[in-house]
C-alpha cells in the first residue's frame, strides 16, 4: 500500500457504494427492519461540525445494523419552509424559493463527501410540491376528523413586519427580526386540537423508557396536568351577563387568603367594560406586551380597579374588589382568578404595589399561632413541604399542599359551591401565519358556503411564484390571480385563505413520509407498516418540546385519519440527544469598540498568541456553540480537504460522550488522521508479511480479537462510541505488538476494519480489500466473539493491607491459595508497605481479593 491518501481513498469507494446501491432502503419482510433518523436539517446555506457530529452519530448505528443483518432505512431531507428564506429576499432581493434550493444544493454537496450511508433516493424538501400537497390532503382529513378548527385568538403581533409570531421569535418583548415592540392582537386563527390529547400525551411518557428522563420531565411540565377547583363568585355591580365570575384554581386551600379578584385584558367582561376610555387606555397598554406565560411573569404587574366587586363563597359579606391584570392570560383557567397574596409571588408584588390586603393561610410546621405579621414576600412552600395552615379546611392541621387541595375541594363539593377540575396547561396548536414561505391552508372563504376545504383533486394548492417583498405584510394578501378563486362546493367566486401553516406542522410528520417519499398518498399502508417506527432518533434538547410534542401529537392524528398505523402513535422508540460541537470565538474590535468576530482559518498562531495575517492582536474567548454570527464554525470542506472525511468522523466521536460538548481544536484533529495513518501503515506491513510466518502468541492475538469485537459490540449498542474508539485504540496498539502468524494476524487486521467501519467507512473498505475481504466490508456481517476466548484464564486480585488497598497481582483463575499467598507476599509493593513488620494473617478470597493482616 502507499501511504495513506484519503483525498484518493474516499470518493473512490463513495462511488462503489453509489454503484452497489449499498444504502438502499429495500422494505424485505424477510429481514428485521431498522430505521435511524437524524432530525432534519434547516437549509441556511453551509453545514459545520456540529452537523458532522450529528450525522456521523446516526451513521454509525446504520452502518452498524446493517452489518447486523437488518433492512435499514436511513433517509435525509430539508426543513426548507420558515421566515429566514423571506428574510433573505427582503435583505438581498430574488425569492426564497431560489435562495432556499441554493442552500440545499451547497449543504447536499457538502454532506456526501462525508461517507454518509443514506439513502438519497427519499431525499425530500419540504418546500417541494409534493410533499405540501399531501400535507395539504392531510389537513383536510383532519378538518373531517374533527382535529381542526377556527377561532379568534390572541397573538403576538409584529406591527413593522404585519405578521404573527410564535413566542420564540419574541424577545424581551419585541419581534426578533424588525426589533418592533410586539402587539398582543385578536385575530381568527386555524387550530390544531392538540389539547384533546393531553392525558393520553401525558401518561404516554411513561412507556418511552429509552428516551432521555429530562426531556419526558420537560414534556410533562410543557402538558401540565393540575388538579384545581373551578367555583363561581357572585359579581356586585356588574353589567348584565355577568352575574358570575368563574375562576379557576390549583390551590383552593389558599381562598380564605384572597384579597382580590382579576380577569385578563382579553375576558369578555373586560371587553364589555371597554366603552369606559380609561378601560380602553388600560386595554391598550396591556395589548403591548406579550402573550406568553414566561413574558407576563417578567413583565412589570399593572392593574385597573372596575370598581365590580364579587362575594366570597364561604362569607357573603365577604367582598373582594375586580381588577384587570396584565399578568392573566385568558386561554388557561377561565381567564379569572382570586388572589391570594401571601403565598404567591405575583399577587404579593400586585397586592403591595396596589395596596391590598395580605393574609396568611399557612406558615413554616414549626409556626404555631395564626398571624397576620407584615411578610417580605410571599411564602411559596416546595410541593412536598408540610406547612401548618392557620386559616382554611384543614384547621391547626400539618399537611401538604396536595392533602389540603384536596381537602379544600371535598369541602365545596360537599357544600356545593365548586367542583373538583382537572386541567392542563397545554393549549391547542395555533398554526396560522401571515407569511408567504410556508404550506398554504388549503380552505377556501366562500359568501355561500362559507369556509370550504379544498377539493383534493385540486391539491396542491401550490405558491405562487411571482410575488415581491417590497411592501411588509404576506404578500399572499396582494396576488389577486392566486389569491381569488372559485368555490370548491358551488362554483361561485371565492377568496383563498392567505394564512400558511407554523413550519413545525412540516416537521412533525416527515419522518412518516420518508417511509414511502414519492406516494401519491401521505403514506402507503404496506410501508408504514413496515418501517414505522422510528427506532433511534437523533438531535439536540432544544427540540425536546415542541417538536417531539407535536409530532407525537401529528402520529395520533395520522393513526385517527387513516395515514399510520396504530402501533405508530408513539414515533420515535428511541431518542439520543447529542451535545455540540463547540470552538474558540475570535474577536476584534471596530472604532466603535463593536466586536467584530473571524473565521478560525483566518487566525494565526505563534508563542505571543492570535493575531490576523497582518498582525493585528485577536481576543480569544473560550469555547462556546458553534455559531454563524460569532464566526467560530469550522466547515468540514476545509477539514477534508486536509485530513480527510474519516479523521473528522473519528475526531467528533471519539473525543467525548456523544451526550456531552466536544471541542474541536486543530490539534484534536490532527491527532486523529495520525492514528489513522497508523493503522494504514499497520495494514502495509501485515500486507507484507511472508504467508508461511510462524510467529508466537496466536491465541494472545485471538482473544484480544474476540474482546476488542465484544467490547466495541456493546460500545456502539449503548451509545458509547467514545469507549468503543478507545477499545479500538488498544486493540490498534495490541495487533502493531503482536508476532503472531500471517493468518492470524490478518484476521485480526479484518476485524480491525469491520470494527472501524461505522466510524471510518472508507479508510476500513482500504484495509478490508487489501487484507482480502470478499465484497465491500460495509455489507460484511458484523463479526461475532467466539464466547469461549472471552473467558480470562488469569484474574487480577486486589491486596490490601491493614484494610487498605496497596497493590494487585495477575495470577491464573486455578491457582492454589498457598500459592497465591507466596507470589502476594513477594510483590514487590507488598514489601515496601510491610517494611518489615510481621504478618499476622493472611486470607485469599479466590477470585476476589487477598487481605494482609500485619
Not at 432530525?39 to 454509525?60: C, K, L, Q
Not at 433517509?75 to 435562495?99: C, I, L, S, V
Not at 420531565?217 to 363561581?232: C, E, K, T, V, Y
Not at 455489507?779 to 484464564?793: H, I, S, Y
Request: hydrophobic share 40%; proline share 7%.
Amino acid at each position: 500500500m502507499s501511504r495513506y491518501e484519503p483525498a484518493q481513498i474516499e470518493p473512490k469507494w463513495q462511488s462503489a457504494w453509489d454503484q452497489a446501491q449499498a444504502f438502499l432502503a429495500r422494505r424485505d419482510p424477510a429481514k428485521p427492519k431498522y430505521y435511524v433518523l437524524e432530525m432534519f436539517p434547516y437549509p441556511s446555506g453551509r453545514i459545520h461540525m456540529g452537523h458532522v457530529r450529528n450525522y456521523t452519530m446516526g451513521d454509525v448505528v446504520a452502518r452498524y445494523k446493517s452489518a447486523q443483518g437488518f433492512s435499514v432505512l436511513h433517509p435525509m431531507g430539508w426543513d426548507a419552509f420558515g421566515m429566514p428564506a423571506e428574510n433573505a429576499a427582503m435583505e438581498r432581493g430574488g425569492h426564497p424559493k431560489d435562495w432556499t434550493y441554493g442552500n440545499i444544493a451547497d449543504m447536499r454537496a457538502q454532506m456526501k463527501p462525508l461517507g454518509l450511508s443514506i439513502d438519497w433516493t427519499r431525499e425530500f424538501a419540504t418546500c417541494d410540491p409534493e410533499y405540501y400537497g399531501q400535507q395539504q390532503a392531510m389537513f383536510i382529513d383532519m378538518m373531517e376528523a374533527g382535529l381542526v378548527y377556527r377561532k379568534n385568538a390572541v397573538v403576538n403581533w409584529d406591527p413593522v413586519d404585519m405578521t404573527v409570531l410564535a413566542n420564540e421569535q419574541v424577545i424581551d418583548g419585541k419581534g426578533w427580526r424588525s426589533g418592533a415592540a410586539v402587539e398582543r392582537r385578536e385575530l381568527t386563527q386555524w387550530f390544531f386540537k392538540i389539547s384533546d390529547y393531553s392525558e393520553e400525551l401525558l401518561s404516554a411518557l411513561d412507556g418511552l423508557t429509552n428516551w432521555p428522563e429530562k426531556v419526558r420531565l420537560m414534556q410533562a411540565n410543557w402538558i401540565g396536568r393540575s388538579r384545581g377547583l373551578q367555583f363561581a363568585f357572585e359579581t356586585v355591580g356588574a353589567p348584565e351577563g355577568f352575574e358570575k365570575l368563574e375562576v379557576y384554581t390549583t390551590r383552593p386551600d389558599t381562598l380564605l387568603g384572597a384579597s382580590f379578584a382579576a380577569i385578563s385584558a382579553d375576558h369578555p367582561l373586560a371587553k364589555t367594560l371597554e366603552s369606559d376610555p380609561k378601560v380602553a387606555a388600560f386595554l391598550a397598554r396591556c395589548r403591548l406586551g406579550g402573550t406568553t406565560a414566561e413574558a407576563l411573569e417578567t413583565a412589570e404587574k399593572i392593574g385597573f380597579d372596575t370598581g365590580i366587586r364579587v362575594k366570597h363563597p364561604l362569607d357573603p359579606n365577604w367582598e373582594l374588589p375586580v381588577w384587570i391584570a396584565n399578568f392573566i392570560l385568558m386561554d388557561y383557567g377561565t381567564g379569572a382568578i382570586f388572589g391570594c397574596p401571601a403565598h404567591d409571588q405575583r399577587d404579593f408584588d400586585f397586592a403591595t404595589k396596589y395596596g391590598l390586603p395580605i393574609k396568611a393561610v399557612f406558615a413554616p410546621e414549626e409556626r404555631g399561632a395564626a398571624s397576620d405579621e407584615a411578610l417580605a414576600e410571599a411564602y411559596v412552600p416546595m410541593k412536598s413541604e408540610r406547612v401548618r395552615y392557620l386559616r382554611g379546611f384543614a384547621g391547626a392541621e400539618v399537611q401538604t399542599g396536595d392533602e389540603a387541595v384536596a381537602a379544600a375541594i371535598a369541602h365545596a363539593e360537599s357544600t356545593g359551591y365548586g367542583t373538583g377540575v382537572t386541567k392542563f396547561r397545554l393549549r391547542d396548536w395555533g398554526v396560522s401565519r401571515q407569511r408567504y414561505w410556508g404550506c398554504p391552508i388549503p380552505v377556501v372563504h366562500c359568501p355561500a358556503c362559507g369556509v370550504v376545504p379544498e377539493a383534493k383533486e385540486n391539491l396542491p394548492v401550490r405558491l405562487p411564484d411571482d410575488v415581491s417583498f417590497d411592501v411588509p405584510g404576506n404578500p399572499l394578501d396582494r396576488h389577486p390571480t392566486w389569491r381569488d378563486c372559485t368555490c370548491p362546493r358551488c362554483g361561485a367566486a371565492a377568496r383563498r385563505e392567505t394564512d400558511t401553516m407554523d413550519t413545525f406542522v412540516d416537521s412533525s410528520w416527515y419522518y412518516a413520509r420518508f417511509t414511502a417519499p414519492r406516494a401519491q398518498t401521505p403514506t402507503v399502508a404496506e410501508d408504514a407498516a413496515y418501517w414505522m417506527n422510528v427506532d433511534q432518533y437523533i438531535g439536540g434538547i432544544e427540540h425536546a418540546i415542541l417538536h417531539l410534542l407535536y409530532s407525537r401529537f401529528f402520529a395520533r392524528a395520522m393513526a385517527k385519519t387513516g395515514h399510520l398505523p396504530h402501533s405508530a402513535i408513539e414515533p420515535f422508540n428511541a431518542l439520543f440527544t447529542q451535545g455540540m460541537v463547540t470552538h474558540e470565538i475570535y474577536m476584534t474590535r471596530d472604532a466603535n469598540g463593536r466586536p467584530v468576530y473571524h473565521l478560525p482559518e483566518d487566525i494565526v498562531r505563534s508563542d505571543s498568541g492570535a493575531t490576523l495575517a497582518d498582525g493585528t492582536a485577536v481576543e480569544v474567548i473560550p469555547s462556546a456553540k458553534m455559531s454563524k454570527s460569532k464566526k467560530n464554525v469550522v466547515d468540514p470542506m476545509n477539514i477534508i480537504a486536509s485530513f480527510g472525511a474519516d479523521t473528522a468522523r473519528w475526531f467528533v466521536m471519539s473525543d467525548s460522550p456523544p451526550e456531552r460538548d466536544v471541542e474541536w481544536t486543530s490539534s484534536g484533529a490532527e491527532a486523529a488522521f495520525k492514528h489513522l495513518s497508523r493503522v494504514w501503515t499497520l495494514c502495509s506491513r501485515i500486507g507484507e508479511m511472508p504467508e508461511g510466518h510462524k510467529g508466537e502468541g496466536d491465541d494472545d492475538l485471538r482473544r484480544a480479537t474476540a474482546k476488542a469485537i465484544d467490547e466495541v459490540t456493546r460500545g456502539i449498542e449503548s451509545f458509547a462510541f467514545n469507549k468503543a474508539i478507545a477499545v479500538l485504540y488498544g486493540f490498534t496498539n495490541t495487533l502493531a505488538k503482536a508476532n503472531a502468524s500471517t493468518p492470524v494476524m490478518k484476521e485480526a487486521i479484518r476485524t480491525l476494519a469491520q470494527l472501524m467501519q461505522p466510524m471510518v467507512p472508507h479508510i476500513a473498505e482500504s484495509i478490508w480489500t487489501y487484507q482480502g475481504g470478499q465484497g465491500l466490508c460495509c455489507q460484511a456481517p458484523w463479526p461475532k466473539a467466539d464466547p469461549a476466548l472471552l473467558v480470562d484464564d488469569t484474574v487480577i486480585l486486589p491486596i490490601q493491607i491493614n484494610g487498605k488497598r496497596r497493590a494487585e497481582i495477575s495470577v491464573p483463575k486455578d491457582m492454589p491459595a498457598s500459592e497465591v499467598e507466596k507470589i502476594a507476599l513477594a510483590n514487590e509493593d507488598v514489601v515496601r508497605f510491610l517494611a518489615g513488620q510481621p504478618v499476622k494473617k493472611i486470607i485469599v478470597v479466590p477470585g476476589r481479593i487477598i487481605n494482609v493482616v500485619a
